[in-house]
């Protein structure tokens, strides 16, 4: 079973095997924390079953929008099931290691618990920093430790056993190197975060 399979399998249960519920309170508190514009298109990578999409579209006014990217179909029909009459949501399948998209699209980018299982990170950050306008801003973020991500992930086995999570400080240099400036860096006990700004071309 390759990547795309074990996610396609895993979509039709994700949200009662994950229980997002338990998690919205905090993606909330950090997205209002973030003061989005109510026009602000966002970038929302590896978007599963729309957790945190929920989340911005409910910041966003309406003339706002969110591209709800993932390279698993399974997961955006999934998605799409419960935003059937929302027009700020575009659903696109794709794979942000390959992104065909405008340069300058978005003014931020979110990549919620996805970061791990992208065997190709630099491609994905530079990617990135091209589909952000100037000085756009990049997230990575997990709401667990580093150590609880890659101890579920090795647990599960399979094609995910090496999706591991690296050190903020690693994947911070990652990033520069891509042409991002770091704004803030967490890489605790209780959660995993990385706040990026667009800067000029590396």
């Known amino acids: 079973m390759n990547r795309l399979e074990f996610f396609n399998t895993k979509a039709p249960a994700w949200d009662t095997m994950h229980q997002p519920d338990k998690v919205i309170a905090t993606l909330q508190q950090t997205v209002a924390k973030l003061a989005l514009r109510p026009d602000e298109r966002l970038l929302d990578v590896g978007c599963g079953t729309g957790v945190l999409t929920s989340v911005l579209l409910d910041a966003l006014g309406a003339d706002g929008s969110v591209t709800a990217l993932d390279f698993s179909p399974a997961m955006l029909e999934a ?21 065909h998209i405008a340069p300058a699209s978005f003014d931020r980018a979110f990549c ?91």
């Open 112 to 202: 919620y618990s996805v970061w791990p299982h992208l065997p190709h990170p630099d491609q994905a950050a530079h990617h990135l920093w091209r589909a952000l306008k100037n000085q756009g801003r990049l997230y990575i973020w997990h709401t667990a430790s580093r150590d609880f991500i890659n101890q579920v992930h090795t647990r599960v086995g399979g094609v995910i056993a090496q999706d591991l999570l690296e050190a903020a400080t690693t994947l911070a240099t990652r990033l520069e190197k891509a042409g991002f400036n770091i704004v803030d860096l967490v890489d605790n006990d209780e959660r995993y975060w990385i706040e990026a700004s667009k800067g000029p071309s590396p």
């Open 79 to 99: 998605l799409q099931q419960k935003f059937t009459h929302e027009p700020r949501l575009c659903p696109r399948v794709g794979d942000v290691q390959d992104l």
